[in-house]
């Protein structure tokens, strides 16, 4: 069997990098996150206890993400994960990642 790979764009044209860091101190709920530009690639990375980490690669269904817990087991989300927009993504309301009080740090490529 071949493996066939596809690529939108080469390397040197990725002209967004956008990070930062989310702490929700209310009741845990979806969040969306501006970034001004569409982003090909977002993770997202819980810094408490959990330690759980969300990928979302462009391709992906929106709601999706690769969930990777901190024992390292990785698993396919297919709710409550990523959702790209062209302004940003938005995190769903996955009680292993989005948690009251824990500091999420995340980052966007496009």
């Excluded at 690639?41 to 206890?49: R, S």
């Excluded at 390292?72 to 989300?77: P, S």
Aim: some cysteine; proline content about 2%.
């Amino acid at each position: 069997m071949a493996i066939k790979s596809t690529q939108s764009k080469v390397p040197a044209s990725v002209t967004n990098i956008a990070i930062g860091r989310y702490l929700d101190t209310g009741t845990a709920a979806a969040f969306k996150i501006t970034c001004g530009f569409k982003p090909r690639y977002v993770k997202v990375q819980n810094l408490a206890a959990s330690a759980v980490t969300f990928e979302w690669f462009e391709g992906m269904t929106a709601a999706y993400a690769l969930k990777i817990a901190a024992a390292g087991d990785k698993t396919i989300v297919t709710t409550n994960g990523i959702t790209v927009a062209a302004d940003g993504f938005t995190l769903g309301l996955d009680t292993s990642i989005n948690i009251t009080n824990e500091q999420l740090s995340w980052m966007a490529i496009g």
